[in-house]
């Protein structure tokens, strides 16, 4: 498939609501920042997509039209690859009852990015758990905008939901995909902001831009290097720490910094903390020694699964797995017991 990074279990090849969001995730601030750039230097804006708040910022004299066509950009990968949308391609497989549904190529290769996770993690990242991750809510508030007490699926409706759960039964033919199993639903959200933001950096690219920063509610991807020359300062935040409490500063260039953890969507029940990163084995938020995770590599995509599937794999196998993919270049674990571990050349600085 054109573009596209293959993921086998050696590894990857090198080819290859919202306020409380914006508190929440890990990679909140960006360093070294613009306070001094003349007007013309730098354009940047802010809109609500993806169910979280999206930054572009380009430095450098750009039209500020392109930012209109990075966010619309960004608006078409969500219409076809939100699960809630009505109409969007994996709404349609969801509900084509075990029927071929012909898609979008770019929802073809998400779902196939996907499928070699299932692979490499011998499906601890699934992406067929739709039934299971639409049993949990967390949010804050129902469709009406009326708070309401969180709750804990049944164990009969899990069960029912599990049974359907299995990357294997994901079929493609050509343009098609079909579920062998009609009940199935699969879920993209683990790993579609980290190809969106790609595609993003990819389009600014070849429209000349040589600078940029984008930050989709928290997974940064950025474009070279700051307009001085110097890398980009992306900021690790403590999980579940106190506003601007930082674990220290990564400097990057043409990279990511994506990160998951239990600190994101969650609530509690009876002194007992339930997220939204869920363990395709059991239907129930994961139980590792992982809080949260931090990947830096040169695919958003990439990054966004392995730092997906550490928190939801524990810290041993965490490790394994990141030495075997080329496009990550570094990965910080924060540990239940509030120890930090870091892997490979990119390490937190300050």
Same mark, same amino acid.
């Given at each position: 498939?054109?573009?596209?990074?293959?993921?086998?279990?050696?590894?990857?090849? /090198?080819?290859?609501?919202?306020?409380?969001?914006?508190?929440?995730?890990?990679?909140?601030?960006?360093?070294?920042?613009?306070?001094?750039?003349?007007?013309?230097? /730098?354009?940047?804006?802010?809109?609500?997509?993806?169910?979280?708040? !999206?930054?572009?910022?380009?430095?450098?004299?750009?039209?500020?039209?392109?930012?209109?066509?990075?966010?619309?950009?960004?608006?078409?990968?969500?219409?076809?690859?939100?699960?809630?949308?009505?109409?969007?391609?994996?709404?349609?497989?969801?509900?084509?009852?075990?029927?071929? *549904?012909?898609?979008?190529?770019?929802?073809?290769?998400?779902?196939?990015?996907?499928?070699?996770?299932?692979?490499?993690?011998?499906?601890?990242?699934?992406?067929?758990?739709?039934?299971?991750?639409?049993?949990?809510?967390?949010?804050?508030?129902?469709?009406?905008?009326?708070?309401?007490?969180?709750?804990?699926?049944?164990?009969?409706?899990?069960?029912?939901?599990?049974?359907?759960?299995?990357?294997?039964? *994901?079929?493609?033919?050509?343009?098609?995909?079909?579920?062998?199993?009609?009940?199935?639903?699969?879920?993209?959200?683990?790993?579609?902001?980290?190809?969106?933001?790609?595609?993003?950096?990819?389009?600014?690219?070849? /429209?000349?831009?040589?600078?940029?920063?984008?930050?989709?509610?928290?997974? !940064?991807? !950025?474009?070279?290097?700051?307009?001085?020359?110097?890398?980009?300062?992306?900021?690790?935040?403590?999980?579940?720490?106190?506003?601007?409490?930082?674990?220290?500063?990564?400097?990057?260039?043409?990279?990511?910094?994506?990160?998951?953890?239990?600190?994101?969507?969650?609530?509690?029940?009876?002194?007992?903390?339930?997220?939204?990163?869920?363990?395709?084995?059991?239907?129930?938020?994961?139980?590792?020694?992982?809080?949260?995770?931090?990947?830096?590599?040169?695919?958003?995509?990439?990054?966004?699964?392995?730092?997906?599937?550490?928190?939801?794999?524990?810290?041993? /196998?965490?490790?394994?797995?990141?030495?075997?993919?080329?496009?990550? *270049?570094?990965?910080?674990? *924060?540990?239940?017991?509030?120890?930090?571990?870091?892997?490979?050349?990119?390490?937190?600085?300050?």
């Amino acid at each position: 498939m054109n573009g596209r990074r293959g993921i086998t279990k050696q590894g990857l090849t /090198r080819e290859s609501v919202l306020t409380i969001v914006l508190l929440s995730i890990i990679v909140v601030t960006i360093l070294g920042g613009c306070a001094n750039r003349q007007a013309g230097e /730098r354009i940047s804006d802010t809109r609500l997509l993806l169910d979280t708040f !999206v930054t572009i910022t380009i430095h450098g004299d750009s039209d500020p039209g392109l930012l209109d066509e990075a966010f619309a950009l960004c608006e078409e990968y969500e219409a076809l690859l939100s699960i809630t949308r009505e109409g969007s391609d994996v709404w349609r497989i969801n509900h084509a009852e075990g029927e071929p *549904v012909s898609v979008d190529p770019n929802t073809l290769e998400v779902i196939m990015y996907g499928l070699d996770f299932g692979e490499f993690t011998d499906g601890m990242f699934d992406i067929t758990i739709g039934r299971v991750s639409r049993l949990w809510d967390f949010s804050s508030v129902g469709d009406t905008g009326v708070p309401y007490a969180p709750k804990i699926p049944s164990d009969a409706d899990l069960e029912a939901a599990l049974f359907t759960v299995d990357y294997r039964q *994901v079929l493609i033919s050509g343009n098609t995909v079909q579920l062998a199993d009609p009940e199935a639903w699969i879920d993209l959200g683990a790993i579609a902001k980290g190809y969106i933001g790609d595609r993003i950096a990819g389009f600014l690219v070849e /429209r000349g831009v040589s600078n940029a920063l984008i930050n989709l509610g928290g997974d !940064v991807v !950025v474009v070279g290097n700051r307009q001085d020359g110097n890398p980009w300062r992306i900021a690790l935040q403590k999980p579940l720490g106190n506003e601007g409490e930082r674990l220290g500063v990564f400097e990057i260039s043409d990279a990511s910094v994506i990160s998951s953890g239990i600190y994101e969507r969650r609530f509690e029940i009876d002194g007992v903390l339930y997220h939204h990163i869920l363990d395709p084995n059991t239907g129930m938020p994961s139980n590792s020694d992982v809080v949260s995770a931090t990947v830096i590599a040169s695919s958003a995509v990439i990054g966004e699964g392995l730092s997906t599937t550490a928190v939801l794999t524990g810290s041993e /196998r965490a490790r394994v797995m990141f030495e075997q993919v080329p496009e990550a *270049v570094g990965m910080v674990l *924060v540990l239940e017991n509030g120890e930090l571990l870091q892997f490979g050349n990119v390490r937190l600085v300050d």
